[in-house]
C-alpha cells in the first residue's frame, strides 16, 4: 500500500513566482489498485508522480510504502521497487544500443554486475520469449539499435523493460501521448495485460479521458494540488467520458480557460 500524508510541495519558494501546489495533500492507494489520473496543465499530476518516485522533494509531510516512510530515500533507492514509463519514448530505453543489451540492463536493474554477464547466453531466450509477447517482431531484431525503431516499438520496450524485475508500482507518466491513435490503443491493451498479469499497484497519469474511464478501477481528477474527483469500483464502472468532459470543462471555465 502507498500513503501520502500531509504533503505540501512549493515552486520558487522565497521568490516572486513562489506557488503553493500542495498543502496538506493525502492519499492512499491500496495493493493492487489501478489509479488513472486526470486533470488540466498545472493540476498536480506529474508533480504527484515525482513525489511519489523522489524525482523532487517536498517540503513537509510523509510517504509511506506498506508503513515503512520512505521520504528520505533517495530516487534511485525507490527505482529498485518502483517501475515508471515515461511519456518519451527516447526516456525509458537507451537508443544507442542493441535491444538485447537494453533488455540486459533492464534484467539486472539495482544489481551489481559487468556487461559480460549482462548479456550472458542464458538469459537471450528468455529475453527472446519477453519480447515476442509483444508481437512487434523483435524477438528476431536482438542485435538492432533501439534507436532504429519507432515510437511505438520503443514504448512497448520500455514498459516490459520496467517490469522486468519484481516491483511494487507501475508508473506511467501520459505513456501514450506521444503516438498515434492506433498504437497508443495498442499500447493501453498491453499495459492492462502487464498489469493485470502482475497484480502491479498502478498509477497513471493521461490527457485521454477514454483511456482513464475505460481502464483501471478507480479515477482521480487532479485540480490545484487538490483531487476533486475520487471514484473506484461500481462507482468508476458507472463513469461516462461525457460526465468526466464535463466536470472537467467547468472547472476550466471556473478558472477563465
Known amino acids: 500500500m502507498l500513503e501520502l500524508k500531509g504533503i505540501h510541495k512549493y515552486y520558487n519558494p522565497g521568490t516572486v513566482n513562489e506557488m503553493c501546489l500542495f498543502q496538506d495533500f493525502n492519499l492512499k492507494v491500496e495493493k493492487g489498485e489501478f489509479v488513472s489520473v486526470v486533470g488540466s496543465n498545472g493540476s498536480g499530476k506529474t508533480s504527484l508522480l515525482n513525489i511519489i518516485c523522489g524525482s523532487i522533494p517536498t517540503e513537509a509531510g510523509q510517504i509511506l510504502i506498506n508503513g515503512s516512510d520512505i521520504t528520505r530515500e533517495k530516487e534511485y533507492k525507490r527505482n529498485v ?7 518519451n519514448p527516447a526516456m525509458g530505453t537507451c537508443p544507442s544500443m542493441t535491444i538485447l543489451e537494453n533488455m540486459a540492463l533492464a534484467d539486472n536493474k539495482g544489481k551489481m554486475y559487468g556487461f559480460g554477464r549482462g548479456t550472458q547466453k542464458a538469459r537471450i531466450e528468455k529475453y527472446r520469449e519477453l519480447l515476442s509477447q509483444l508481437n512487434l517482431g523483435l524477438e528476431d531484431k536482438l542485435d538492432i539499435k533501439v534507436g532504429a525503431l519507432s515510437g511505438g516499438q520503443r514504448q512497448a520496450m520500455a514498459l516490459l523493460m520496467s517490469t522486468m524485475t519484481p516491483i511494487e508500482f507501475l508508473i506511467l507518466d501520459e505513456h501514450t501521448a506521444a503516438l498515434d491513435p492506433k498504437t497508443a490503443d495498442l499500447i493501453m491493451e498491453l ?29 482521480l481528477m487532479m485540480h490545484q494540488g487538490e483531487a476533486v474527483l475520487d471514484k473506484k469500483g461500481e462507482e468508476k464502472k458507472n463513469l461516462s467520458v461525457e460526465h468526466v468532459l464535463s466536470l472537467f470543462n467547468e472547472i476550466s471555465i471556473e478558472c477563465g480557460n
Do not use: C, F, S, W
Open 191 to 219: 499495459t492492462d495485460k502487464v498489469v493485470k498479469e502482475k497484480n502491479l499497484t498502478t498509477i497513471m497519469v493521461t490527457h485521454n479521458l477514454r483511456y482513464a474511464v475505460q481502464y483501471g478501477d478507480r479515477l
Open 81 to 87: 521497487r518502483i517501475g515508471r514509463v515515461y511519456q
